[in-house]
C-alpha cells in the first residue's frame, strides 16, 4: 500500500514538473511545453478540481496500473477517492486559479 501511495506521489510531482513550471528555493523557472500538452493539462487539472472522476478516467490511459493491478475504468473510478484526496484537489484547484 505505502509503495502504491508513493508512486502516486512521485507520478503527480513529475506531472507537475512538466507542466510548464518548477518552483525551485522561491523562483519561478519557465520552461517550454507542447501547446497541446498545456491544453490537457489545464484540462485534466480542472476535472481534479472539479471532482470529475469520469473526467479524469477518460483523459486517463487505461488499464492504470495500481498496486500491481490493472484498473479499468471502472476500477480507476472506484479507486479515485481514496487516492485523489481532498488535498490533492485543493492543490489542483489553487494550481488552476495561478
Known amino acids: ?43 485534466f487539472k480542472s476535472a481534479v478540481a472539479r471532482n470529475d472522476k469520469g473526467g479524469v478516467a477518460d483523459m486517463t490511459k487505461l488499464p492504470f496500473m495500481l498496486d500491481s493491478k490493472d484498473l479499468d475504468r471502472a476500477g480507476f473510478i472506484k479507486q479515485y477517492s481514496s487516492r485523489l484526496t481532498p488535498k490533492v484537489h485543493s492543490e489542483a484547484h489553487l494550481e488552476r486559479a495561478r
Open 1 to 43: 500500500m505505502r509503495m502504491g501511495k508513493t508512486l502516486i506521489v512521485l507520478t503527480m510531482i513529475l506531472i507537475f514538473a512538466l507542466s510548464g513550471q518548477l518552483q525551485l528555493r522561491g523562483q519561478t523557472v519557465n520552461v517550454k511545453t507542447d501547446p497541446a500538452f498545456n491544453a490537457f493539462w489545464i484540462k
